[in-house]
């Protein structure tokens, strides 16, 4: 029997495109189709695979989606999400959409449309198994599969708002798909973002100190900073948040179980730091 169109993803099909034409999309037998007969499956699990035929390379793989989903629903992150809200719903106007590349298990994207009853939210990322997690995290929140360096499979000036949380950035295309008055919200961590984790588990990723030199390239030829906000607090973790911690980071690609297993080397509280930017296209 083919798989129903969720309500969350019909809501979209007027700002989707065909990623191989650039034609509508219509639902076609558990599917969606385009005029020239591009088709596009829809998971039982609630998202539409518009990489079809392209195995994706990064992504949370299913142990990095497991960790994320119960990391994040402790709510150490809970400031970081409510900034990003706050900073979307300046943007937002009337049902207008919010999208968010590389939106991991969508848990920031939730926290947009919890605060925006009218809004309609859209999760790309390349990882099916945090994709399955997006497309329940909120009745209004569809969910696709998307590799952020390719052209985005949506029309021109469509969103009023894309989030890029701890995630990739294709500066083009961000600047093609948001409306002339929207925004683009951008979180990334500053050189103290879980200090007391990175000294001291061996293999954690480190970040670049020209990070922020790096974000004002890319961005500067699309984007005008228009305000910044620093989120920094201490939060306490269990022994297991902060393994899913570093399980759901980069880190984990580089860390085996038995790196951890030294009580010693996993701190009971650390420092959260992050940049968040709202910026508006040039």
């Known amino acids: 029997m083919p798989v129903s169109l969720p309500p969350a993803l019909e809501s979209f099909l007027d700002f989707l495109r065909c990623p191989t034409c650039g034609a509508c999309l219509h639902p076609d037998r558990g599917a969606l189709r385009c ?8 998971s039982r699990h609630g998202y539409v695979s518009l990489l079809t035929g392209t195995r994706a390379t990064s992504g949370d793989d299913a142990a ?4 994320r989903d119960r990391f994040l629903a402790t ?3 809970g400031p970081i999400r409510r900034t990003v ?4 719903a300046d943007a937002v106007h009337g049902s207008h959409p919010v999208v968010d590349v590389g939106c991991g298990t969508g848990y920031y994207l939730a926290g947009v449309l ?10 790309l990322d390349a990882s099916v198994r945090a994709l399955r997690v997006t497309a329940r995290a ?4 569809a969910a696709a599969t998307w590799d952020v ?3 985005l499979p949506l029309a021109d000036g469509m969103a009023d708002v894309v989030l890029d949380v701890f995630a990739p950035r294709n500066p083009s295309e961000f600047h093609r798909v948001l409306r002339p008055d929207g925004r683009l919200v951008v979180v990334r961590p500053t050189g103290r973002h879980l200090a007391e984790l990175r000294s001291q588990v061996p293999g954690m990723v480190t970040i670049d100190p020209a990070k922020e030199r790096r974000l004002y390239k890319v961005l500067a030829p699309f984007f005008e900073a228009v305000g910044t906000e620093l989120v920094e607090y201490a939060t306490s973790l269990t022994r297991p948040e902060a393994l899913d911690l570093v399980g759901m980071t980069p880190s984990a690609r580089h860390l085996h179980g038995a790196d951890l ?3 010693g080397l996993v701190p009971g509280q650390v420092t959260v730091s992050v940049l968040a930017t709202a910026y508006r296209p040039r």
């Open 64 to 67: 990095m989606a497991r960790a």
């Open 138 to 141: 909120h009745e209004r929140a």
């Open 35 to 42: 005029p020239v007969g591009h088709t596009f499956d829809i």
């Open 261 to 263: 297993d030294d009580d």
């Open 75 to 77: 709510g150490r992150y």
């Open 149 to 151: 360096f390719c052209p």
């Open 85 to 88: 809200a706050r900073l979307a």
């Open 114 to 123: 919890e605060q925006l009853p009218d809004a309609r939210g859209l999760g």
